[in-house]
């Protein structure tokens, strides 16, 4: 069997998958996330090191009879993981979803130039990439930049932490604006810029290449016999789209979990006029384009949790009946935005209330908000020309039937649901069958073993109904983007 592992924001989550795709058993383990200032986010790396070892002791319980060839780790991208000289941790992670970063995401794109970034890496600069997080460091902590020997994102913790391989993968390693996407190589421009070396980044790989073997001590701990081989993984979002079949040009797949994206996967390279959209390599060998939200599902968990303090999120859906006809709007900033708008400092909000606005209406409008925001994405990509008929769904959202209807007219495309939502942790799981050459390739991979069980279709006459209210909220960005410069 092999093991699939998802290293979230909030949780790590493992999978067992026998060799013909069966799932045999999930677990998830929680850590802490931290927010020190206002708009920061951090973790420390250690705690998702022994979450991660104590899911696969959890996973393998009760699992002792069957063999486990390989481990593939799909991660959280673009968090900043620094090492010292003694291999310790230098400060807590820098995550996707921290704000600190504008002076220096301005500066890449201003100054350095958007035109010069897009050369040199495919890219221009975003507030939770990691580069500008190098250089908040470097400026605002000199003292543990100076202390840097290896540089390196969650998922390749991990890596390292199990096998000692000091590598990444290149769909990962796209989301750091340090790599050359298009050639697959570190942007000699971008190190020097930020002020390292190729001394202190990871050695480049394809997802699926074999990069070590568990460490035989920890093996042991584990209660694993024979070389347990581990593959160089990839980032979250590459791996959701292995885990769901996006493989191959001209696949699609909408995730709905606590940030949002829309992939769209190719066989070549491609760059957006103004890069509203990220030109990253995929897991499966070839590039792919992704749009992506900071806040998608969190919106909803948000206002459920913080504000309704009501965890019926079934409950307070069957209500929403009279869908393309709410008045309210939600604006789902509550992180800043990334794509297409890539404005850190713009936040939610609502609009469109009135006496008799119901609390359906707000669920109903979170729910359409997020929806309208990765429309906005999918826009860019019609623009370059790019036709997408039909989409994979996965993420904590996409359990929701009344989210994905939703999605589906606002969009106008058909929505296709698999029958194993287990996003990265099973794209991680397929990767390690790959390395371990029981499939040729990860196309091969998909096609055998990811399965269609439902597909939604859009409704021609909601579909009219959300192509008035999308031209209503696109207009909504434009007026209030100014309130937060």
């Given at each position: 069997?092999?093991?699939?592992?998802?290293?979230?924001?909030?949780?790590?989550?493992?999978?067992?998958?026998?060799?013909?795709?069966?799932?045999?058993?999930?677990?998830?383990?929680?850590?802490?996330?931290?927010?020190?200032?206002?708009?920061?986010?951090?973790?420390?790396?250690?705690?998702?090191?022994?979450?991660?070892?104590?899911?696969?002791?959890?996973?393998?319980?009760?699992?002792?009879?069957?063999?486990?060839?390989?481990?593939?780790?799909?991660?959280?991208?673009?968090?900043?993981?620094?090492?010292?000289?003694?291999?310790?941790?230098?400060?807590?992670?820098?995550?996707?979803?921290?704000?600190?970063?504008?002076?220096?995401t301005d500066y890449l794109n201003n100054v350095i130039g958007q035109d010069k970034l897009s050369e040199y890496t495919g890219n221009i600069a975003f507030a939770g990439f990691t580069a500008p997080k190098v250089l908040w460091v470097k400026d605002n902590e000199p003292e543990n930049f100076a202390k840097i020997k290896?540089?390196?994102?969650?998922?390749?913790?991990?890596?390292?932490?199990?096998?000692?391989?000091?590598?990444?993968?290149?769909?990962?390693?796209?989301?750091?604006?340090?790599?050359?996407?298009?050639?697959?190589?570190?942007?000699?421009?971008?190190?020097?810029?930020?002020?390292?070396?190729?001394?202190?980044?990871?050695?480049?790989?394809?997802?699926?290449?074999?990069?070590?073997?568990?460490?035989?001590?920890?093996?042991?701990?584990?209660?694993?016999?024979?070389?347990?081989?581990?593959?160089?993984?990839?980032?979250?979002?590459?791996?959701?789209?292995?885990?769901?079949?996006?493989?191959?040009?001209?696949?699609?797949?909408?995730?709905?979990?606590?940030?949002?994206?829309?992939?769209?996967?190719?066989?070549?390279?491609?760059?957006?006029?103004?890069?509203?959209?990220?030109?990253?390599?995929?897991?499966?060998?070839?590039?792919?384009?992704?749009?992506?939200?900071?806040?998608?599902?969190?919106?909803?968990?948000?206002?459920?949790?913080?504000?309704?303090?009501?965890?019926?999120?079934?409950?307070?859906?069957?209500?929403?009946?009279?869908?393309?006809?709410?008045?309210?709007?939600?604006?789902?900033?509550?992180?800043?935005?990334?794509?297409?708008?890539?404005?850190?400092?713009?936040?939610?909000?609502?609009?469109?209330?009135?006496?008799?606005?119901?609390?359906?209406?707000?669920?109903?409008?979170?729910?359409?908000?997020?929806?309208?925001?990765?429309?906005?994405?999918?826009?860019?990509?019609?623009?370059?020309?790019?036709?997408?008929?039909?989409?994979?769904?996965?993420?904590?959202?996409?359990?929701?039937?009344?989210?994905?209807?939703?999605?589906?007219?606002?969009?106008?495309?058909?929505?296709?649901?698999?029958?194993?939502?287990?996003?990265?942790?099973?794209?991680?799981?397929?990767?390690?069958?790959?390395?371990?050459?029981?499939?040729?390739?990860?196309?091969?991979?998909?096609?055998?073993?990811?399965?269609?069980?439902?597909?939604?279709?859009?409704?021609?006459?909601?579909?009219?109904?959300?192509?008035?209210?999308?031209?209503?909220?696109?207009?909504?960005?434009?007026?209030?983007?100014?309130?937060?410069?």
């Open positions: 069997m092999y093991i699939g592992v998802d290293l979230g924001t909030s949780a790590v989550k493992l999978l067992a998958m026998s060799s013909e795709g069966e799932i045999l058993k999930t677990v998830s383990v929680e850590y802490p996330i931290s927010f020190p200032q206002s708009g920061w986010s951090e973790q420390n790396p250690e705690d998702w090191y022994k979450g991660t070892l104590e899911g696969i002791g959890k996973l393998l319980d009760g699992l002792k009879d069957k063999v486990v060839d390989g481990i593939g780790v799909g991660g959280q991208m673009h968090g900043l993981v620094i090492l010292d000289e003694k291999d310790e941790v230098i400060r807590p992670a820098i995550l996707w979803n921290d704000g600190r970063t504008t002076k220096e290896k540089l390196m994102l969650p998922k390749d913790y991990i890596v390292y932490k199990l096998t000692g391989s000091y590598v990444s993968d290149y769909s990962d390693a796209s989301g750091m604006l340090l790599m050359d996407v298009k050639n697959k190589c570190w942007s000699k421009e971008m190190l020097e810029i930020c002020g390292i070396s190729h001394v202190e980044m990871p050695e480049l790989h394809e997802s699926f290449d074999v990069v070590g073997t568990v460490k035989p001590e920890i093996s042991q701990q584990l209660g694993i016999e024979g070389a347990l081989k581990v593959v160089a993984g990839a980032g979250d979002n590459a791996a959701a789209a292995i885990g769901t079949g996006t493989v191959g040009a001209g696949r699609c797949n909408l995730s709905l979990g606590t940030s949002g994206t829309i992939f769209i996967s190719n066989d070549k390279f491609s760059v957006d006029d103004k890069n509203s959209l990220h030109s990253f390599a995929h897991a499966d060998g070839g590039f792919h384009l992704m749009g992506c939200m900071l806040s998608a599902a969190s919106c909803n968990k948000w206002w459920m949790d913080e504000i309704l303090r009501d965890k019926d999120y079934a409950g307070n859906q069957e209500g929403i009946t009279k869908l393309g006809e709410n008045n309210v709007f939600f604006l789902p900033y509550l992180m800043g935005e990334r794509s297409p708008h890539n404005d850190p400092l713009v936040r939610a909000g609502f609009l469109g209330m009135s006496m008799d606005t119901t609390r359906e209406d707000m669920v109903q409008a979170v729910l359409e908000g997020v929806s309208f925001g990765l429309r906005d994405s999918l826009e860019v990509a019609r623009d370059l020309g790019v036709d997408i008929q039909i989409s994979n769904i996965c993420g904590g959202g996409a359990k929701s039937p009344l989210w994905r209807k939703i999605i589906a007219n606002i969009m106008n495309i058909k929505l296709e649901i698999q029958a194993n939502d287990e996003g990265p942790a099973l794209g991680g799981a397929i990767l390690a069958a790959v390395g371990c050459g029981k499939y040729k390739d990860v196309k091969e991979a998909a096609e055998q073993l990811v399965k269609v069980v439902e597909v939604v279709e859009p409704d021609p006459e909601l579909v009219a109904k959300y192509e008035e209210k999308y031209q209503v909220f696109k207009k909504l960005y434009p007026t209030v983007k100014g309130l937060y410069s």
